[in-house]
């Protein structure tokens, strides 16, 4: 059965490094790995994409090993600001688009 | 410009109603989805619709229909209401199938009593 895990929860504070790793044990061969941003009361909003090795953006950087059964969405010196629901989005081998159950990060001052 | 929005925002009716919520997005997407968020917050695809033509079809219950016009809207028709279909239901676009790039609206608030 395909999975995509997240831890439930994080803290953080401002100013530090905030690794989130989702775990995708089915992932499609040909499909990319997104993360997304839930603020409350808003839809997600894409973060960054990424289907092996290393992506960086202005925002985070996604790395990805070769297996990829895993992802890692790093944001670098997080703030209050940050504080959100991060998802991740891949496809299961049967072509099934499978979110994580998000990952509820809360930075403190 | 909004890129992608849902009316109505919030929606409260009474079980065994019958209600519609609608979408559009103007970004010249060709992929359209419905996903539904429970109040545990994980986020569940429901319909994805790609050049009006219905392409994911999860375990929905058939009281579920969603029509797309045009390639621009996907609506979201829902029959005899039940207190479980309380949710976010987000409806989101991406500029193709394989494009996991997705924009998504605001969200449509259903509250079943």
């Known amino acids: 059965l395909a999975k995509t895990t997240q831890p439930i929860s994080m803290d953080s504070y401002e100013g530090q490094e905030v690794n989130i790793t989702c775990s995708h044990n089915?992932?499609?061969?040909?499909?990319?790995i997104t993360w997304y941003q839930q603020f409350p009361s808003q839809g997600p909003r894409f973060i960054i994409q990424?289907?092996?090795t290393k992506v960086t953006n202005e925002v985070a950087s996604l790395f990805i090993p070769a297996d990829r059964k895993s992802s890692t969405l790093s944001l670098p010196r997080v703030s209050l600001s940050d504080t959100a629901v991060y998802y991740c989005?891949?496809?299961?081998?049967?072509?099934?688009?499978?979110f994580g159950q998000g990952t509820t990060l809360q930075v403190k001052p | 410009d909004t890129a992608v929005s849902q009316t109505p925002k919030y929606l409260v009716t009474q079980m065994g109603n019958d209600k519609s919520i609608k979408c559009e997005q103007n970004?010249?997407?060709?992929?359209m989805y419905w996903y539904k968020q429970d109040s545990k917050k994980f986020l569940k695809i429901m319909f994805s619709?790609?050049?009006?033509?219905?392409?994911i079809n999860e375990t929905v219950p058939n009281r579920f229909s969603p029509k797309s016009p045009d390639k621009a809207h996907l609506n979201l028709h829902i029959n005899s209401l039940e207190l479980g279909d309380s949710a976010v239901y987000f409806c989101?676009?991406?500029?193709?199938?394989?494009?996991?790039?997705?924009?998504f609206g605001p969200g449509t608030r259903l509250t079943v009593l």
């Open positions: 989101a676009s991406s500029g193709t199938v394989r494009d996991n790039e997705q924009f």
């Open positions: 089915n992932i499609a061969t040909n499909d990319y």
């Open positions: 990424g289907y092996k």
């Open positions: 989005l891949s496809s299961s081998n049967t072509g099934k688009l499978i």
């Open positions: 970004l010249g997407h060709d992929t």
């Open positions: 619709y790609n050049n009006k033509e219905l392409i």
